[in-house]
């Protein structure tokens, strides 16, 4: 269970699901049709040794009938795209959110003179750099990492790290919002607009309000009991319901909209359809959530 000013490792609450995602991000990669392909996150998951997905990565079958790696083939090609799209528009600044295990510095072909910022737990990007460091990789735009915990004062780590507000920007905020309270939440976006110059940009994986969030718990305990994936749970031991807060918390596209952006958005069914990623069949309930679930791009 949550609680505040808690922290985390990478094989621990809320850092244990940044290994899940570089495990289905690997999966995916070995796809025929893998949307994106990302060769560094089989290191991420070598190197912490969690028994669960070191066991996926060798034998992702239990995987197959489940959504979660065609939707991570997604969901990483949404942010792929927008970052791409944003510097080929003249952006050289990029903001990643709550990073985890994202190689989008060493992955994406960025334009010369592009800073990348990582933000994240202090644990989770000591362990990142040091697995890089062990393979030797280089990144492909100037990778600054920005050790701090996102409820407290971010901006000033980011600026101390050579952030500059003066000039436009690309955010992204993927596979975040659940897990911050209502109040860092609202915080998050205040800060993103303080921080925002003319011709900044953010794309978002926005999951919903307190409600929304309520019935993606009730879902998972009624249908992650064995009975809808074939006696299986992609994370394994680990209940993610138990990580995200459902307290109140502002509508982002109403809320960027207010302040002068330029909102767009997509829902998850689709962005799948766009990619040519179509979900499999499940209950009504589960494409109702879907439905919820959308994804924003917005410029300022």
Excluded: C
């Amino acid at each position: 269970m949550r609680s505040d000013g808690d922290s985390w490792s990478i094989v621990d609450s809320v850092g244990l699901t940044a290994l899940a995602v570089a495990a289905f991000r690997a999966v995916e990669s070995d796809e025929q049709d893998a949307l994106v392909r990302d060769d560094f996150a089989p290191w991420f998951v070598a190197a912490a040794g969690e028994h669960h997905f070191t066991e996926l990565l060798a034998d992702s079958s239990a995987l197959k009938d489940m959504p979660f790696v065609g939707y991570m083939g997604v969901r990483t090609k949404f942010f792929d795209d927008f970052f791409l799209s944003a510097a080929a528009s003249g952006v050289r600044q990029a903001v990643i959110i709550a990073a985890g295990l994202d190689a989008r510095a060493y992955r994406l072909e960025w334009p010369p003179d592009t800073t990348v910022f990582e933000v994240d737990q202090p644990k989770v990007l000591e362990f990142k750099g040091k697995v890089l460091a062990e393979h030797e990789a280089r990144p492909k735009a100037d990778r600054r990492p920005v050790a701090v915990d996102l409820r407290d004062d971010w901006p000033a780590a980011l600026e101390a790290a050579g952030f500059d507000r003066a000039k436009p920007v690309a955010w992204s905020i993927e596979g975040l919002l659940p897990y911050l309270p209502g109040a860092a939440h609202d915080a998050l976006f205040s800060r993103i607009d303080e921080l925002s110059t003319p011709g900044s940009q953010l794309a978002v994986d926005n999951f919903g309000d307190s409600s929304t969030i309520q019935r993606f718990n009730a879902m998972r305990d009624k249908f992650m009991d064995k009975s809808l994936f074939g006696g299986h749970d992609p994370f394994g031991d680990l209940d993610v319901s138990e990580l995200f807060y459902a307290d109140e918390r502002t509508d982002p596209p109403g809320w960027l909209s207010e302040r002068g952006w330029s909102v767009q958005g997509a829902t998850s069914l689709e962005l799948a359809d766009k990619y040519d990623r179509p979900f499999p069949e499940f209950p009504e309930e589960f494409d109702d959530l879907a439905t919820q679930k959308v994804w924003l791009t917005a410029a300022k």
